[in-house]
């Protein structure tokens, strides 16, 4: 694949700084080493970094010629609350925290842009290297943006990336319009009546009430949503009871929805305070549903896609650059970015073969380090077509 060359050369590295992350994962708003090693790789290599951002982000910024031209490039820089199963050497050290997500990769490829291109230096304007905390949840993009990100860092376009282990190697995805989706967190507290495990008619089981909940939940989207939108309704935690002979007291469910637009969003909450509440008081309990609402979805600029477009195609070939599809149900915060500012959100193929295919958020999973030099050369090509020497 025709990455950049000194790039390239440059990919044993970069699978070292990765490998690296990878073996120390850091929780959102907690990335502390992480932010400690970005800031002192750009600072070596003469880039401008200003730090505190959103606690733990951070900004380098690399200004050559005299365009007032500007781009901002977004890495995330946070790993998940989980315990990795992989036993390769770069498994995490730090236990109960994982890169699932490949935010390693996302990190060490925008470092490997920046070393290129404080060392190429061949363009004409500002680049606003933008590494964020906290995408998995803690919304570190949107507190960014909150906290003047793009007045203090004026970018004409906003680029992010992200990688696809359903894309394969070699290729890359860039459609405009909508690419991610409202992601929003639910929690259901389920208060019955606890007792002796042996006598169930003297209690109220919260247990049984939760689990009519669970499949009850599911018939929102099955028959309630419209066949032809999307929606998603994940119950991924169940709470209750600490003993095999006593029915507890309350069960506890935590789970997310996820939509493509804000007309099934708003359908979907009042549906399920409905069946929620109506099923716990049919078996005479009560149920309360909290509800929250997280990251919009990302909508790719028309423009800012095009570009990125443009550029990918030189990296890897315009047969290889995707340019159409649908949406993903997953959430990402790069959409508040790109409310700020036009943006788009790439995606990059990592499935080769075996390698790369084991779906981001599962314990197996591993970033290719084969696509580092991908992204490097994918950013490094944007910003030298975004900011021409003239
Ligand atoms: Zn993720
Ligand atoms: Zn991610």
Not at 186 to 213: L, Y
Not at 299 to 321: K, L, P, W
Not at 354 to 372: A, E, R, W
Request: a negative charge.
């Amino acid at each position: 694949m025709p990455a950049i060359n000194r790039i390239a050369a440059a990919a044993a590295e970069m699978t070292e700084w990765r490998r690296d992350l990878h073996a120390h994962p850091e929780l959102g708003f907690e990335e502390v080493r992480t932010s400690q090693i970005v800031a002192e790789k750009l600072q070596s290599w003469g880039i401008t970094v200003t730090r505190d951002i959103a606690t733990t982000g951070l900004v380098g910024t690399l200004k050559v010629g005299t365009s007032d031209r500007a781009i901002g490039i977004r890495a995330d820089m946070d790993a998940l609350p989980m315990t990795e199963e992989n036993g390769f050497e770069h498994a995490s050290q730090n236990p109960g925290r994982m890169h699932a997500c490949g935010h390693d990769g996302h990190t060490t490829i925008l470092l490997g842009a920046a070393k290129y291109l404080a060392e190429t230096r061949n363009f004409d304007g500002t680049v606003h290297f933008i590494f964020q905390p906290a995408e998995e949840g803690g919304g570190g993009g949107r507190v960014m943006v909150e906290e003047g990100l793009f007045d203090r860092f004026p970018c004409d376009f906003v680029f992010g990336l992200h990688n696809d282990t359903a894309i394969p190697y070699g290729k890359m995805r860039a459609v405009p319009g909508a690419v991610s989706a409202h992601s929003d967190r639910f929690w259901v507290h389920i208060k019955g009546k606890g007792g002796h495990a042996a006598r169930p008619a003297a209690a109220i089981d919260p247990v049984v009430i939760g689990s009519h909940i669970v499949l009850a939940l599911q018939s929102i989207v099955a028959r309630r949503v419209d066949a032809l939108d999307s929606a998603v309704i994940s119950i991924t935690q169940f709470h209750a009871g600490s003993a095999g002979n006593v029915i507890p007291d309350e069960a506890k469910l935590n789970g997310t929805v996820r939509t493509l637009t804000t007309e099934v969003q708003e359908t979907i909450e009042p549906l399920m305070r409905q069946i929620i509440e109506s099923t716990a008081a049919a078996h005479g309990a009560s149920a309360t549903l909290e509800y929250s609402r997280g990251y919009p979805p990302v909508v790719n600029h028309q423009e800012a896609t095009e570009r990125a477009v443009r550029a990918a195609a030189r990296i890897v070939g315009e047969e290889n650059v995707i340019r159409s599809g649908r949406p993903r149900m997953g959430g990402e915060d790069f959409s508040y970015m790109a409310q700020k500012v036009p943006g788009c959100f790439i995606r990059v193929g990592q499935a080769q073969g075996d390698k790369g295919t084991t779906s981001v958020h599962h314990p197996l999973y591993d970033f290719n380090d084969d696509i580092l030099p991908l992204g490097a050369s994918l950013w490094a090509t944007l910003v030298e077509q975004e900011l021409p020497r003239s």
